[in-house]
DNA sequence: CAGTGGTCTAGACCACAGC
DNA sequence: CTGTGGTCTAGACCACTGC
């Protein structure tokens, strides 16, 4: 039951900075002086702040001091999965489209690529209990180990697309949200008879380099598709 | 220009993980071999390893050993605040309504208060060159060093007007962005006379217990904004 | 039992802030 | 100059895993 003093530092100096109200740029206690307050050794208390620093309340200026952070009051973590979302789960998918083309000047813009430079276009439509609720189109870049056969296709979520082949952890990947009305093609698609927003979301992804290796744009319906976001 | 020893170690992990192809629950070196082959004491090598760990690369399991962890591909991180997008910014706003109301069911429900509780209603409207781009309508239970002053309302983003008065770092968020088609009275707010899609995030606000303390709905024209995120 | 990671100590030397 | 944080060593003891 007795935690290590390195999260006793932490959690103390973390609710002194919360109840005694502290201000941001207001100064820590030193690491001397914390070793003497808790009977530890440097290391220890070093531990604990740099949990602290981790955990973005505080941070440090070598030769000065340790500080209070300026709390981020507007970053978001957001889980995005084409597949599934907190309202509910694409069940069936239907390939409406796998083939090789020459992009336009728009895409070729977007990959960076020159415009004889063949990309690969994968369109499908996402169905949940029988409805369907996205159309999805993906253009990748050929890669080695790219994924060919049609049933890895229908199912993969665009990052698990392309990281077949990849280092680990070396896809970068962007996401763009956006809201817009839908186009005669999609209204078709979606059977969307009424007036109904769409909830656009386009992905970009891109090797270590951080050159683009596809981009993948996914129209949900509005009804059907909220994302979530949390953040502290 | 010798950088410390830690983060050679770190660096060297890093890419072999991803360059010499190892896959997701492999195991890394001992620690005890990691000393001897930087020669380095076991202090530094764990802080090596534990930037690893906290930049999801890899986790340990007492009394086995480190392992290469999964990737985590659907993960983005979202700025997002109300008055600045990374379109272009709100420079005015006008506030439409300041008064105090009682809750109706949806409302008492998403704040979990009775409905006999009294909430702050503040309603507004953001403008970017002189057009009306979003809606805005916040509630907010009351709460000591509250902004009182309407020119504080008016250009105050939600987390900045419930931070106020609050222990720094207290303050938890979620996002909930979604697209709609706008009804008949934010058709008039934002002058919208064709088809358009509204892009509506709603933010909610709790204190360090978990208690919603506010919620914010923001309802921008789908043509004025888009969201960004990005992950790795 | 030996091997693993988790916690902790008591030193050391350095570069840098600021007086 | 003293005080600060940044790096690093060489130990120690513990709890846990797996044979």
Sequence with gaps: MTSPVYLKIFEDIKS?????GLKPGETILSEAALCKEYGASRATVRKGLAILVNEGFIYSIPGKGHFVQDPQHNKYTVFYDEMKNSINSVDKTKLLEVNIILPDERLANELQITKN????????????????????????????GMPIVEKEIEYSTFPEMMAKGMPLFSLKKTLTISAQIPDDMIKK?????????LLVVEQKLFDHENKPIGLGITSFRGDYIKLLGSGE
Excluded: H, S
């Design 16 to 20: 002194k900075i919360n109840n005694a």
């Design 117 to 144: 430079k063949k990309v690969i276009i994968i369109r499908r439509l996402f169905y949940t209990d029988g409805e369907p609720v996205a159309y999805d189109v993906k253009y990748l870049l050929y890669y080695k």
């Design 189 to 197: 698609y979606l059977d969307i008879y009424n007036q109904l927003a």
